[in-house]
Structures are given as C-alpha cells and as structure tokens.
C-alpha cells in the first residue's frame, strides 16, 4: 500500500561528482523519473548545484559549505538541516551530525574505512581519526530509523559490527552504466595485448600483488601489457615509483582519461582484473561488462554475489592464484567468450530505477516510525 502523506525529505548529496557520488547522483536522477508526491531537498557543494538541478529540475537544491569529518558539520550542517524543518533525512553516507534527533535513513555502503589504512597519510592521524569513525558507525546504525545497504554481505556486516536489528536494514542493489561516448583509442596500446583496471589505488584495492600476478604472466607472455586506469594521486604515484624503481616491465598508468577512452579499453581488453579484498558493491566490473569485457576477480567479501557465474575468481592474497586464472582467460577463447555472454546477463539483474524505488518505500515506511 503506498504512503499518502506528503513529506518533506532531505538528501545529503555533498560527494555528488566523487566516486562514491555515482550512488548518489543515481539516487536523485531516478527518484525524480517517480515522480513521486513528496517534497525533496538536496543538500549539495557549489560544484555540483547545476548538475542537480539539471537532472531533477522538480527538486530544491541547495548549497551547503559544510565537509565531512569537520566540527562544521556537526554543528553547522545540523543547523542547516534542522531549518529545512524535514520530515525525514537520508544520509547517503555514514558522515553526518551525529547529535541531529530527526528521523534518519542511512546508506552505508561498506565498513572498508574501518579495517584498512591508507600510506599516503599521517599514520596517528589517520588511527585517530579511524577510532571516531568505528564510534560514529556504531551510532549512527542506532539513531536511524532505517539503514541502506548495496549488498546482503554489506547488511550482514553491519548487522555484526553494530549489533543492529537486521530489521531495519534493506538492501538495495545497484547497477551499471554503459558509456555513450564513442570509443577512442588510447595512444601507445592500438595493436596491443592488454589486461585492465579501473578504480581507484587504495590499499584494499590490491593493485601490488595484481602488479606482482602480472609479471609472473609476463615470463611466458613477454608482449601483454597491465593498463592501470585512474588519476594519478598519491597512493597511485606510490605504485608508479615502485614500478619504476624496480625496473618491472609493461605497467601502464593511464592517469586520468575521457569517457570515450575508458569504453575503447573495455572493447579492447584480453580481460578486466578486479582483484580488490574489500567492496561494498563493486560498479566498474559491471561496467567492463556491459563493454564485453570478460571479468577476472578477486572471490572477496560482496564480489560474487554481485557478478554471481559471469565472472572467473581467483583468490586475491594468493599471486600465483591470480596469475594463473587471469593466464586461463587471456589464453583461451572459449572462456572469454563464455565469460561476455554471462557478463551481459548478469548486468540486466541490475537497475537503477528499481533501487530508486526501493529507496522511496524506505522513506515512505520510516515515517510510520514515529
């Protein structure tokens, strides 16, 4: 039965743009295709006031100045918010006014920040701030009314580290993308043999020992290369150095590069390797295969119940093991081909618009919660 009441919702969409704002800026493209009767208020950076207000033309946006992890935002952006005087407020990520007393949904994507640290920061820190997350989790799981996961791994986690009822908590699937832009050809890989990699370079992504699988694979394949495919910050950069300065051979730091580019090495690719110890959901193997890109990946956390058959595993602590099957997909034709026609049937599983609508009865049960 659907809920007739009028409401008045905010969004907390301040990393609208990042990587974890695709969620996000799905979230708002799809609720406003509803055309839902409530009220719906987006709080959002400056940089991205006009994308939003171009992708749901019917929704306030608003600025807020207030970052994540800040006293402002615990003082600051709870004023804001309670002058918006909302029925109901989804935090789309676990950063939020931890004293704010409204009802509350809660996305929470992963618990990943909580078990790996990054290099590229001040390790006290970085530990100091990880102990005010873990406490921030726990509260948070505790003051919403409800709580929004990518995956039932991801629910079941949170379930564990919070002690929450598994209730409250409602999983709604993400989904993929394919790229419109027309494919453009990366300069120096045209002709070229090559495994892939999207994403971002962080710890828990595991690009060292995908680096380490790939030479092995280069001992009797000496012309594949490794295109690493992501701008190039300071955890990338460490990758880049160590490359360099133990002399190893065919590692390709793209950097950042267009649209076009991205769906051409997908198109391209002997296979997409996804070797990562810890997701919430996992988007860019999706994306590889919507582009035909047959998938190697790690057998981690929410991974394979996310690309279920249509994906080739290897355990990703293990080298070898990551060698040889990314060797088995590169050297035999029948499994990619195998892999690609799986691939394309398990991304139609997926949609953005049904997540949307998962998310609106979220809202709309919440208030029943008085």
Known sequence: MRYHVRMRIVIDVRESGTTTGRYMDKLVEYLHKLNSEHTFIL?????????????????????????????????????QIEGLKPDLVHFTMVQQPVWYHGRVVTTRQDLTTIRFRNPTKNAATYWARQQ??????????????????????????VVAYTHINPNKVTVTLESGDPIPDKPEPVEGMKGKQFIMYVGRPTPHKNLGRLI??????????????????????????LH???????????????????????????????????PSLSE???????????????????????????????????????IEDMA????????????REDLVEKGKKQVAKYSWERMAKQTLEVYEQSLKHK
């Open 240 to 274: 880049e150095t160590r490359v360099n300065e133990e002399g190893l051979k065919n590692v390709v730091f793209t950097d950042f590069i267009p649209e076009g580019q991205l769906r051409w090495l997908y198109e391209h690719c002997k296979a997409y390797a996804f």
């Open 132 to 157: 005010v997350y873990k406490w921030v989790n726990k509260r948070v799981a505790h003051k919403s009314v409800a709580i929004i996961t990518p995956t039932q791994y991801v629910k079941d986690d």
């Open 43 to 79: 709080l959002a950076k400056a940089g991205r006031l006009q994308y939003l207000s171009e992708i749901a033309p019917s929704f306030t946006v608003i600025e807020t100045p207030f970052k994540e992890f800040t006293f402002g935002e615990q003082i600051g952006f709870k004023k």
């Open 212 to 237: 380490d699988a790939f030479q092995i694979m280069l001992e009797t394949r000496p012309d594949l290369y490794l295109v690493l495919v992501g701008k190039k910050d300071a955890n990338y950069k």
């Open 280 to 318: 919430g959901f996992g988007l860019p193997p999706l994306e590889a295969m919507l582009h035909s890109a047959p998938v190697v990946a790690s057998n981690a956390t929410c991974i394979p119940e996310v690309l279920g058959d249509a994906a080739y595993y290897f355990n990703p602590l293990n």
């Open 324 to 335: 040889a099957k990314i060797s088995d997909v590169v050297d035999d034709p029948i499994i």
